[in-house]
């Protein structure tokens, strides 16, 4: 592919256990590869179609042949195609295939092509199709039949059913070409027909596949995909109305001839009917997004973004539901290709979306309408040149100001109804047809894309001071970076940066937070080959610049930069490969990991009022760094020495809904699991923490020492047996969160991890569960929880327990929690009448439950003492007493939660207990609106019912029961459980 947003790779990788694990076994430099093909006869015999690089020429390109799995690989393909050896350093192999029945004869596609920022060029003379008959050690160029002229990009495939018949697809000059097809192994062809893949161009598809079921049916990538049944002759475009465009890739069954499945640019879709209708596979978090953008909406604010191919977004960064946020949540603010999305900070109804070039609406969130505001040209103009991706900015001192660019600054002070420009053109403003490419200029009559570019020429970031209005600056695609002081008067032009080579892409050009002098740039030289991370910072408004980019890693291209609200020397930069911050303003960099995946960061948002850190990705979607606050106090002694518990943010108060009927973060509920669901934030107090060396046991400090003697083989003292044991008697190290209410009560105590780093858990905002102790936790339906909270304010104190002590860590951390929930329909109680009844209920059920579980223990000892009285000395009158006991103790937990039997037919007798409770606390987990009247009513006679059976118990546990232990111990019983240390 020669796509404008092509990532780069290093080599070729193996895995030895199924993707496990992964090894680099070369190329590195090669940074695109086609196709890979391994003898069928030999795994250690491979064949690596490597394309070479898109922005530049040389690298490793060509077909690669390895006969010992990789360890070593010789080019067979790819000097020599072509005219010159300037052609050899642009020319690649883009595919290779092998016959299925005699795997020394081979057909491999060469491809010369190149793109930068201005254009690209899709062909060469080194393009062509080659035959191998020999296993890949010789091949030659097959020609007859085929194109005279300058080929372009060629997709191939061989049939199946007969592999003497070969099938290329082939793009031509100015997206020219069509269908070829040869029944002698490629020795002659003959042209077919004249389709080639429209749309975005050739460059962005061509791959055919021939059908495994049915001889001459081949399938061509497109837009919308085409197929044909009779080798060529004829092509029909197949059915897409439930299916996304742009295809790319697609795989057969071999067991079904209806099953067919396709990637595109919306993602992977199944047909089980040979393409007449599909299944979209709904559960990929795949979306490439360019930008991202957050409003202020409350509680909870809304991401958006413009994607490739699938439209501008928008969706929630949490949502009410507990299971998280599901596909159904998100929205679309505009049709096609999504670019730069921004939202009036002031206003989350007023939301900006673009489609490429430049095509600006603004988006009505409570409507649903969409205006058309892109700036039009002044009587006499010709057209403006907007970027594909061009800069949306809302100014941070009025958002009825927004600024737009095309070659030159746009002003609207009424949201985008009226356009006004305040610069001249700000770029080179070349003739890019005329600019040299692969070392020379092009005939008007070349394998050249400009349909699908970008405009160039053009401005692609602007900025503005948000301590100065007059103060903007805007990069451009061509190298210049243009500054004004008086609001656009008059500019001034910067045109080399040092340590950057000429003509660089700005990427980003962001002004500083906090001093109207200082000025951030990312600059992009990606496009020429060179991979470097480029940032840099000025002081002086862009009069002298200095690099910032310290231990970046080499081939990491910087994406964004964003500054942190508060603190001006910590700042973030997205990067090819990841996300990277600073606490020092570019002194050192280090990689934020957490989860994110290691994929391009195209753009990152700041959602102040949460401290949230968002990226966009280019295949990931969104990610979010919830409250990201703790990074402001990091410093190298906190991380040498420190243990920390950073502040808690504004907790919201709410209950979370369950849509799906189920009580667990991200549960499918009976969806299947093909149904995507992202995880919200966890629900309640986030306590974040940091240990710098984490606590040990004293086993596994004894046993550092002995590894740091048993490395350098010297004796180790074998441990005393005190030690040992002392050992085995000790409680794992943890380290406890202590959270008191404002009158400091204790309200709850969790336990986390006590290992070395970065560590968050979160409060539930409940006090504890008051259930009896199991041998095993239970889970359900309606969760075991405690009583939710009253909103107010809270601390939380950190300890460490080491054997057993507790020990306090760092300084305790005040939090406010804010009820962020709906008025309901009726009002019922006030919070803090829910909390006192729920109480009341959760100490009964406490009372009650544990009680149950008491009275299984006593039953379940007297079942142990009439067995062992059978067998003792003693008469039959203490067995007596023991039925009788455990009868009545069995009647009066029937009064406690039922009988069973009674309860399968239907006939549950008396209320009992446990359905009164069930009754008063059935709001506990679903709601907060409570107590009815009813439900009072209920907790009074459960209460006294309650009462009743205890003073029954009473007499059966503590005079009955005890005296028949007392007799049992006199008689000399043998030990039952239940008895204590024995006479």
């Given at each position: 592919?020669?796509?404008?947003?092509?990532?780069?790779?290093?080599?070729?990788?193996?895995?030895?256990?199924?993707?496990?694990?992964?090894?680099n076994?070369?190329?590195?430099?090669?940074?695109?590869?086609?196709?890979?093909?391994?003898?069928?006869?030999?795994?250690?015999?491979?064949?690596?179609?490597?394309?070479?690089?898109?922005?530049?020429?040389?690298?490793?390109?060509?077909?690669?042949?390895?006969?010992?799995?990789?360890?070593?690989?010789?080019?067979?393909?790819?000097?020599?195609?072509?005219?010159?050896?300037?052609?050899?350093?642009?020319?690649?192999?883009?595919?290779?295939?092998?016959?299925?029945?005699?795997?020394?004869?081979?057909?491999?596609?060469?491809?010369?092509?190149?793109?930068?920022?201005?254009?690209?060029?899709?062909?060469?003379?080194?393009?062509?199709?080659?035959?191998?008959?020999?296993?890949?050690?010789?091949?030659?160029?097959?020609?007859?039949?085929?194109?005279?002229?300058?080929?372009?990009?060629?997709?191939?495939?061989?049939?199946?059913?007969?592999?003497?018949?070969?099938?290329?697809?082939?793009?031509?000059?100015?997206?020219?070409?069509?269908f070829?097809?040869?029944?002698?192994?490629?020795?002659?062809?003959?042209?077919?027909?004249?389709?080639?893949?429209?749309?975005?161009?050739?460059?962005?598809?061509?791959?055919?596949?021939?059908?495994?079921?049915?001889?001459?049916?081949?399938?061509?990538?497109?837009?919308?995909?085409?197929?044909?049944?009779?080798?060529?002759?004829?092509?029909?475009?197949?059915d897409?109305?439930?299916?996304?465009?742009?295809?790319?890739?697609?795989?057969?069954?071999?067991?079904?001839?209806?099953?067919?499945?396709?990637?595109?640019?919306?993602?992977?879709?199944?047909?089980?009917?040979?393409?007449?209708?599909?299944?979209?596979?709904?559960?990929?978090?795949?979306?490439?997004?360019?930008?991202?953008?957050?409003?202020?909406?409350?509680?909870?604010?809304?991401?958006?973004?413009?994607?490739?191919?699938?439209?501008s977004?928008?969706?929630?960064?949490?949502?009410?539901?507990?299971?998280?946020?599901?596909?159904?949540?998100?929205?679309?603010?505009?049709?096609?290709?999504?670019?730069?999305?921004?939202?009036?900070?002031?206003?989350?109804?007023?939301?900006?979306?673009?489609?490429?070039?430049?095509?600006?609406?603004?988006?009505?969130?409570?409507?649903?309408?969409?205006?058309?505001?892109?700036?039009?040209?002044?009587?006499?103009?010709?057209?403006?040149?907007?970027?594909?991706?061009?800069?949306?900015?809302?100014?941070?001192?009025?958002?009825?100001?927004?600024?737009?660019?095309?070659?030159?600054?746009?002003?609207?002070?009424?949201?985008?109804?009226?356009?006004?420009?305040?610069?001249?053109?700000?770029?080179?403003?070349e003739d890019?047809?005329?600019?040299?490419?692969?070392?020379?200029?092009?005939?008007?009559?070349?394998?050249?894309?400009?349909?699908?570019?970008?405009?160039?020429?053009?401005?692609?970031?602007?900025?503005?001071?948000?301590?100065?209005?007059?103060?903007?600056?805007?990069?451009?695609?061509?190298?210049?970076?243009?500054?004004?002081?008086?609001g656009?008067?008059?500019?001034?032009?910067?045109?080399e940066?040092?340590?950057?080579?000429?003509?660089?892409?700005?990427?980003?050009?962001?002004?500083?937070?906090?001093?109207?002098?200082?000025?951030?740039?990312v600059?992009?030289?990606?496009?020429?080959?060179?991979?470097?991370?480029?940032?840099?910072?000025?002081?002086?408004?862009?009069?002298n610049?200095?690099?910032?980019?310290?231990?970046?890693?080499?081939?990491?291209?910087?994406?964004?930069?964003?500054?942190?609200?508060?603190?001006?020397?910590?700042?973030?930069?997205?990067?090819?490969?990841?996300?990277?911050?600073?606490?020092?303003?570019?002194?050192?960099?280090?990689?934020?990991?957490?989860?994110s995946?290691?994929?391009?960061?195209?753009?990152?948002?700041?959602?102040?009022?949460?401290?949230?850190?968002?990226?966009?990705?280019?295949?990931?979607?969104?990610?979010?760094?919830?409250?990201?606050?703790?990074?402001?106090?990091?410093?190298?002694?906190?991380?040498?020495?420190?243990?920390?518990?950073?502040?808690?943010?504004?907790?919201?108060?709410?209950?979370?809904?369950?849509?799906?009927?189920?009580?667990?973060?991200m549960?499918?509920?009976?969806?299947?699991?093909?149904?995507?669901?992202?995880?919200?934030?966890?629900?309640?107090?986030?306590?974040?923490?940091?240990?710098?060396?984490?606590?040990?046991?004293?086993?596994?400090?004894?046993?550092?020492?002995?590894?740091?003697?048993?490395?350098?083989?010297?004796?180790?003292?074998?441990?005393?047996?005190?030690?040992?044991?002392?050992?085995?008697?000790?409680?794992?190290?943890?380290i406890?969160?202590?959270?008191?209410?404002?009158?400091?009560?204790?309200?709850?105590?969790?336990?986390?991890?006590?290992?070395?780093?970065?560590?968050?858990?979160?409060?539930?905002?409940?006090?504890?569960?008051?259930?009896?102790?199991?041998?095993?936790?239970?889970?359900?339906?309606?969760?075991?929880?405690?009583?939710?909270?009253?909103?107010?304010?809270?601390s939380?104190?950190?300890?460490?327990?080491?054997?057993?002590?507790l020990?306090?860590?760092?300084e305790?951390?005040?939090?406010?929690?804010?009820?962020?929930?709906?008025?309901p329909?009726?009002?019922?109680?006030?919070?803090?009448?829910?909390v006192?009844?729920?109480?009341?209920?959760?100490?009964?059920?406490?009372?009650?439950?544990?009680?149950?579980?008491?009275?299984?223990?006593?039953?379940?000892?007297?079942?142990?003492?009439?067995?062992?009285?059978?067998?003792?000395?003693?008469?039959?009158?203490?067995?007596?007493?023991?039925?009788?006991?455990?009868?009545?103790?069995?009647?009066?937990?029937?009064?406690?939660?039922?009988?069973?039997k009674?309860?399968?037919?239907?006939?549950?007798?008396?209320?009992?207990?446990?359905?009164?409770?069930?009754?008063?606390?059935?709001?506990?987990?679903?709601?907060?609106?409570?107590?009815?009247?009813?439900?009072?009513?209920?907790?009074?006679?459960?209460?006294?019912?309650?009462?009743?059976?205890?003073?029954?118990?009473?007499?059966?546990?503590?005079?009955?029961?005890?005296?028949?232990?007392?007799?049992?111990?006199?008689?000399?019983?043998?030990?039952?459980?239940?008895r204590?240390?024995?006479?």
């Amino acid at each position: 592919m020669s796509g404008r947003h092509v990532a780069y790779g290093d080599g070729v990788y193996r895995s030895r256990d199924a993707g496990e694990s992964w090894e680099n076994m070369g190329l590195e430099d090669s940074q695109h590869i086609g196709m890979i093909r391994i003898d069928p006869r030999d795994s250690n015999t491979i064949f690596v179609a490597a394309q070479g690089p898109l922005w530049s020429g040389g690298g490793d390109r060509g077909l690669y042949k390895s006969t010992d799995g990789g360890e070593n690989w010789r080019k067979v393909l790819g000097d020599g195609l072509g005219n010159t050896e300037l052609d050899d350093q642009y020319t690649g192999v883009s595919e290779v295939h092998m016959d299925p029945r005699d795997p020394d004869v081979m057909y491999a596609v060469s491809w010369q092509r190149l793109r930068n920022v201005a254009v690209v060029i899709d062909g060469g003379p080194g393009t062509g199709i080659h035959k191998s008959v020999d296993g890949g050690e010789t091949w030659r160029q097959l020609s007859e039949g085929l194109p005279e002229d300058m080929m372009g990009k060629t997709g191939l495939a061989v049939s199946p059913q007969n592999p003497d018949v070969i099938y290329a697809t082939i793009e031509l000059d100015n997206r020219t070409g069509g269908f070829w097809r040869s029944e002698d192994g490629g020795e002659t062809w003959e042209k077919m027909n004249e389709y080639l893949s429209g749309g975005t161009g050739p460059h962005y598809y061509q791959e055919i596949f021939a059908s495994p079921h049915r001889f001459d049916r081949v399938y061509q990538m497109d837009v919308q995909m085409h197929r044909t049944d009779n080798g060529g002759k004829d092509f029909i475009m197949m059915d897409h109305e439930s299916k996304h465009s742009d295809h790319h890739a697609m795989a057969f069954r071999p067991d079904d001839p209806n099953y067919l499945i396709v990637g595109t640019d919306g993602g992977i879709y199944e047909s089980f009917d040979e393409g007449e209708t599909w299944r979209f596979v709904a559960n990929l978090p795949v979306t490439q997004f360019y930008k991202v953008a957050v409003d202020y909406d409350e509680p909870f604010y809304n991401v958006y973004g413009g994607t490739q191919d699938n439209n501008s977004q928008g969706g929630p960064s949490r949502t009410w539901d507990i299971s998280g946020i599901r596909n159904a949540d998100w929205f679309i603010t505009l049709f096609a290709d999504g670019h730069q999305s921004a939202v009036d900070p002031t206003n989350p109804d007023i939301v900006y979306a673009e489609w490429q070039q430049g095509n600006l609406t603004r988006y009505d969130r409570r409507t649903g309408e969409v205006t058309y505001i892109r700036p039009q040209a002044r009587e006499g103009e010709e057209p403006d040149r907007y970027n594909w991706d061009a800069p949306i900015l809302i100014s941070a001192h009025d958002p009825k100001t927004i600024f737009f660019a095309s070659q030159r600054v746009w002003r609207s002070d009424d949201h985008g109804d009226s356009w006004t420009p305040i610069s001249g053109d700000l770029t080179r403003d070349e003739d890019r047809v005329s600019l040299p490419i692969m070392g020379r200029t092009w005939s008007y009559d070349a394998p050249r894309d400009l349909v699908a570019m970008s405009s160039y020429n053009t401005i692609v970031n602007i900025s503005q001071s948000p301590i100065d209005a007059d103060v903007i600056y805007a990069g451009s695609d061509d190298g210049l970076i243009s500054v004004t002081e008086n609001g656009g008067e008059t500019w001034r032009t910067i045109d080399e940066l040092p340590g950057v080579p000429d003509g660089f892409f700005v990427n980003d050009i962001k002004a500083d937070l906090h001093d109207a002098d200082t000025v951030y740039v990312v600059v992009d030289d990606h496009k020429k080959g060179d991979f470097s991370p480029y940032i840099l910072r000025s002081e002086n408004r862009g009069r002298n610049w200095r690099s910032i980019s310290s231990n970046l890693p080499e081939r990491h291209v910087l994406w964004r930069v964003v500054q942190d609200h508060v603190k001006p020397e910590l700042m973030f930069v997205a990067s090819e490969f990841g996300v990277f911050f600073t606490v020092n303003g570019g002194g050192a960099w280090t990689k934020l990991k957490g989860g994110s995946p290691n994929i391009a960061f195209r753009d990152l948002a700041i959602q102040t009022r949460e401290n949230d850190l968002v990226g966009a990705t280019f295949g990931r979607s969104f990610y979010v760094l919830d409250d990201y606050s703790p990074l402001r106090d990091v410093n190298q002694d906190m991380l040498e020495s420190g243990n920390v518990l950073f502040p808690v943010r504004k907790t919201p108060w709410y209950v979370p809904k369950r849509s799906l009927g189920c009580g667990e973060p991200m549960c499918l509920s009976s969806q299947g699991d093909s149904y995507f669901m992202a995880p919200n934030p966890d629900f309640g107090a986030t306590f974040t923490y940091y240990l710098a060396e984490g606590f040990k046991s004293s086993k596994d400090v004894r046993r550092e020492a002995e590894k740091e003697l048993e490395a350098g083989n010297e004796d180790v003292a074998v441990a005393a047996w005190d030690t040992i044991l002392g050992e085995d008697r000790e409680d794992a190290p943890a380290i406890v969160f202590t959270v008191t209410n404002s009158r400091g009560n204790i309200v709850r105590q969790i336990e986390a991890p006590a290992e070395p780093g970065f560590h968050r858990v979160a409060w539930d905002l409940r006090y504890p569960a008051l259930q009896p102790w199991t041998p095993e936790e239970t889970n359900e339906y309606f969760g075991s929880g405690g009583v939710l909270v009253v909103p107010g304010t809270f601390s939380v104190k950190m300890q460490v327990r080491q054997d057993g002590v507790l020990r306090d860590l760092g300084e305790p951390q005040s939090f406010d929690v804010v009820s962020v929930r709906p008025d309901p329909v009726l009002p019922g109680s006030t919070q803090e009448q829910r909390v006192i009844f729920e109480s009341q209920v959760a100490e009964l059920s406490r009372a009650a439950t544990g009680t149950d579980a008491a009275l299984n223990e006593v039953i379940g000892e007297l079942d142990a003492v009439k067995e062992t009285l059978e067998r003792s000395l003693t008469d039959g009158s203490l067995y007596e007493l023991a039925n009788s006991i455990q009868q009545n103790l069995k009647i009066q937990q029937d009064r406690l939660k039922g009988n069973q039997k009674r309860v399968g037919y239907k006939d549950e007798g008396e209320m009992t207990v446990t359905a009164r409770l069930w009754h008063a606390g059935f709001v506990f987990s679903v709601g907060a609106y409570g107590p009815t009247p009813e439900q009072r009513e209920s907790l009074r006679i459960g209460r006294a019912l309650y009462d009743d059976i205890v003073s029954e118990l009473d007499t059966l546990v503590n005079v009955e029961y005890a005296g028949l232990k007392d007799a049992m111990d006199t008689a000399r019983v043998p030990w039952t459980p239940g008895r204590g240390i024995q006479p």
